[in-house]
């Protein structure tokens, strides 16, 4: 069981990407656990950056908060964080994490760089 992370790329500062993680195992997972996006920048502690809970509400890092957009569908098992007007600080690896008393679910991110 894993989440697999998408849809980064290279793009130039003030782009818009939107990542998706879909999980590969069960759907009651996915239904029943909050889901976390963190970035691990070069050099840099990973950070926690949204938090996408199973009723669809969102908490942002101050990083991030009103430029990203975090959302999910459950019969995709997947979830998603429109990040808008990138800023070169928003380069690093983008991963999501499920994190409960039953599990602690990570997988491969993707790679966000923002340079002109």
């Known amino acids: 069981v894993q989440l697999q992370a998408s849809g980064g790329g290279l793009v130039q500062p003030g782009s818009s990407l939107r990542l998706a993680c879909k999980l590969s195992?069960?759907?009651?997972?996915?239904?029943?656990?909050?889901v976390q996006w963190y970035r691990q920048a070069p050099g840099k502690q990973r950070e926690l950056l949204a938090t996408i809970r199973t009723s669809g509400s969102t908490t942002y890092a101050k990083s991030i908060e009103g430029r990203a957009t975090g959302s999910r569908d459950a019969g995709e098992k997947t979830v998603y964080l429109q990040m808008n007007n990138l800023k070169p600080e928003d380069t690093g690896v983008y991963y999501c994490?499920?994190?409960?008393?039953?599990?602690?679910?990570w997988g491969p991110g993707t790679q966000v760089t923002v340079s002109s």
């Open positions: 994490n499920i994190f409960s008393l039953d599990y602690d679910i």
């Open positions: 195992g069960s759907a009651n997972i996915f239904a029943r656990n909050h």
